[in-house]
């Protein structure tokens, strides 16, 4: 009876004994593979990461470089119209400094309008219809010679022609003001001929 017992107890020994092998062999096999597969994630991790932080990167320096690009765009958008204003108001103060420096001027003893008289005064229409809130002063002129009343006769009719031709290119006549300052106001104060027909004129003033 202890022989048998005897055995029993070596047999459950040895049984436990491949019990544990078994175990410590499964461990030997099971925990590398869990250490390989959580290093591969870690990896996979590292290189997602790795990709996508680049990508990031690019995509804010392309929106940075598309701000900047749009900026510098508005910018020169802004130049162009701050130029573009300043010619425009060149280009009108040219204009306006023509219409009042270039006078319409007449023969001796005269009221009549010639070619070139015509040619003047159809620029300045055109500079009235452009700019028909202004109002403007026609001034009749002459030279020194005659008397005082005669010359401010004649440069009342010399005033007075300018305007109506004015009125007949489509200006509103009551746009249009006109006086006369005979011979009191010579451009030229010389006492020749070029003088003379430099101060038979009508002056324009834009009030």
């Not at 925990?31 to 994630?41: E, K, M, N, Q, R």
Request: a positive charge; glycine letters at 4%; aromatic letters at 6%.
């Amino acid at each position: 009876m202890v022989a048998v017992f005897g055995k029993l107890t070596l047999f459950t020994r040895r049984k436990e004994m491949k019990k544990r092998l078994f175990v410590v062999l499964a461990m030997m096999f099971v925990i590398p593979g869990l250490l390989f597969t959580a290093s591969c994630a870690k990896k996979a991790v590292k290189s997602d990461a790795a990709v996508a932080a680049p990508s990031d990167d690019a995509a804010k320096k392309a929106a940075a470089e598309r701000a900047r690009q749009e900026e510098l765009a508005r910018q020169k958008a802004l130049e162009e119209a701050r130029l573009k204003e300043e010619a425009a108001k060149r280009e009108a103060m040219a204009a306006r400094n023509k219409f009042m420096n270039e006078n319409v001027h007449f023969a001796f003893d005269s009221s009549a309008l010639d070619a070139t008289a015509q040619n003047v005064l159809k620029d300045k229409a055109a500079f009235m219809k452009a700019n028909p809130k202004d109002q403007v002063i026609i001034e009749g002129h002459c030279d020194e010679r005659g008397t005082v009343a005669y010359n401010l006769a004649l440069g009342e009719r010399r005033a007075v022609a300018a305007k109506n031709f004015l009125t007949n290119m489509g200006i509103p006549a009551a746009s249009m003001t006109t006086v006369s300052y005979g011979k009191e106001r010579p451009i030229d104060p010389g006492h020749n001929e070029q003088a003379w027909a430099k101060n038979r004129r009508a002056h324009f003033v834009i009030k």
